[in-house]
């Protein structure tokens, strides 16, 4: 069964490209989402190093914009895509900046070896040790988030604006990146369907890609099924909002790590990582 790669880019065609290159395989499906807000000479760019091939779907464009809900709704765009399409093992949520941290077999044999499960971080909201100075996530949640709005905060805190979560469902965040079985995908995509109260809900949560997965799915019934753990190498230890950019010297922890993924990664900072990993297959 084959396993879809559900790519987010909006800048970078040749790291795009060198990422196809190195998951391509007969079991890959790549359903690729380039913002909307990404030019049309760089859109060009990005189609001539994924090339012709025939196992890539370009999905429907989304304008995208940090912490916001159009990030949510493109990947909504690529789940409801890979739902309606052949089935697959898992799919597996990646940025353009993502690169594999293992040799390709094995990434699909891990995933051989565990259908059904889905690798998502997640944790119940309030999570002060996750997310502190947000009163643990729920900051996120309480107040209306604007992700287009011009103004610092971009997010309106009156007291009597204070919003309750959706009826039946609790909280969870975690990791924005993710690996989700064939009957996840379908499970979210149905959701949305019936929920469009959650949908209307989420457009006006900060950061909602980090909530919206691991809320549907640990309130479902398929919660069994999904391990508390992503698939992805992120080092978060320089603080703020962005992960480190990784490079030659993050290989040993990269490797060391067992993770199937690691991120993020700038070719104009430093290629030489990308050819180290390369060398293990």
């Known amino acids: 069964m084959k396993i879809a790669y559900l790519i ?3 800048y970078a065609p040749a790291q795009l490209g060198r990422l196809l290159n190195r998951l391509d395989s007969e079991l890959a499906a790549f359903f690729i989402h380039i913002s909307a807000r990404t030019s049309g000479g760089t859109l060009a760019k990005m189609e001539e190093a994924v090339g012709e091939r025939t196992n890539v779907q370009w999905l429907e464009r989304v304008p995208t914009y940090y912490a916001g809900f159009s990030l949510t709704q493109s990947t909504l765009v690529g789940l409801r895509a890979i739902a309606a399409a052949e089935p697959t093992s898992h799919t597996v949520i ?4 993502d690169y594999p941290a293992r040799p390709t077999t094995e990434i699909e044999q891990f995933f051989q070896q565990n259908q059904g499960k889905s690798f998502v971080e997640h ?13 643990g996530g729920l900051d996120r949640i309480r107040y209306r988030y604007y992700e287009r709005m011009n103004y610092k905060t971009r997010t309106l805190r009156l007291p ?6 959706p009826d039946g469902l609790q909280p969870y965040g975690g990791g924005a990146w993710c690996a989700l079985s064939h009957d996840a995908v379908r499970y979210i995509s149905s959701f949305t ?10 457009k ?15 309130n479902s019934p398929l919660r069994d099924t999904v391990v508390g753990d992503d698939v992805h190498y992120i080092d978060w230890s320089h603080g703020g909002a962005h992960p480190k950019v990784l490079g030659t010297e993050d290989y040993d922890k990269i490797v060391e790590s067992g993770k199937l993924f690691a991120r993020k990664f700038d070719t104009r900072y430093d290629m030489k990582i990308l050819d180290m990993l390369d060398a293990r297959r």
């Not at 009597?160 to 979560?165: A, E, V």
């Open 8 to 10: 987010r880019a909006h």
């Open 160 to 165: 009597i604006l204070r919003r309750q979560f």
């Open 94 to 97: 990646l940025s353009g900046q």
């Open 193 to 202: 369907e019936q929920r469009p109260d959650v949908v209307r809900f989420f």
């Open 204 to 218: 006006h949560v900060k950061i909602p890609d980090e909530i919206f997965v691991q809320t549907i799915l640990l």
């Open 123 to 135: 944790f119940a909201l309030p999570a002060a040790d996750k997310w502190p100075g947000e009163d």
